[in-house]
């Protein structure tokens, strides 16, 4: 099993919608989560934190839920600017390596 | 400048040849991580540099590839008798920890 498991989608939204996207882990180990944005052919870009009790910033809202290993990113009112691909990040310990990347999901926001 | 720089941004070589690309993070930063992605693939670790403490070499996918900072800073990814599956755009990225981290734009590099 992958550490990081994401659906590649593409997800095709209008704009203004809201989509959802999840993330699993298979290390209960793992102590710190991310989500990146990566534009088409250029660097990936951190997008937010994950913290325990869940953090909003602006239209993003990202959850983690230890119990089942997973973390979500949710955007609400999609904007044409946010179609990318959001990659999730886990952590495992402060100790050597420490960040697993997902392959990513892409996301469509049309018009 | 400001952010993390990486050399050269293209680099074409031939089979069997060997390459170097370079890596130059932001200042104070300790933390160093070298990363390929394939087109339409996601990051792929390499090998990770923290301070003065040994590096995590367990993602370097063979004996070709090796990978050293000097003084703690400016960083030097080699790939020796390059062959066409190492054709990938190589990320460098450096953090203070195990937080944010800054990506530099990447080199191309395509083995011919």
């Known amino acids: 099993r992958k550490e990081v498991e994401q659906d590649p989608g593409p997800f095709n939204v209008p704009e203004g919608a809201t989509v959802a996207f999840n993330c699993t882990y298979s290390n209960s180990a793992s102590q710190s989560f991310f989500w990146y944005r990566q534009d088409c052919r250029k660097e990936p870009k951190l997008l937010m934190s994950?913290?325990?009790s869940g953090n909003e910033d602006g239209r993003f809202t990202a959850q983690l839920n230890r119990a089942s290993q997973y973390i979500s990113l949710l955007i609400r009112d999609s904007k044409l600017s946010d179609s990318a691909t959001y990659l999730c990040v886990v952590g495992r310990s402060n100790s050597g390596y420490a960040l697993n990347f997902g392959k990513g999901t892409s996301l469509l926001v049309t018009p | 400048g400001a952010g993390v720089s990486q050399s050269p941004s293209n680099k074409v070589t031939e089979k069997g040849k060997d390459v170097e690309l370079r890596c130059d993070p932001i200042?104070?930063?300790?933390?160093l991580y070298w990363y390929r992605q394939s087109l339409g693939q996601g990051l792929e670790f390499l090998i990770y540099?923290?301070?003065?403490?040994?590096?995590?070499k367990s993602g370097l996918p063979s004996d070709r590839f090796s990978a050293e900072r000097t003084g703690g800073s400016v960083s030097t990814l080699t790939i020796q008798r390059t062959q066409q599956e190492d054709s990938a755009v190589y990320l460098c990225?450096?953090?203070?920890?195990?937080?944010?981290?800054?990506f530099g734009s990447g080199t191309q590099l395509s083995v011919l």
């Open positions: 540099f923290q301070g003065n403490s040994a590096p995590d």
């Open positions: 200042s104070g930063h300790t933390a």
């Open positions: 990225a450096s953090s203070l920890g195990l937080e944010k981290l800054f």
């Open positions: 994950v913290y325990s």
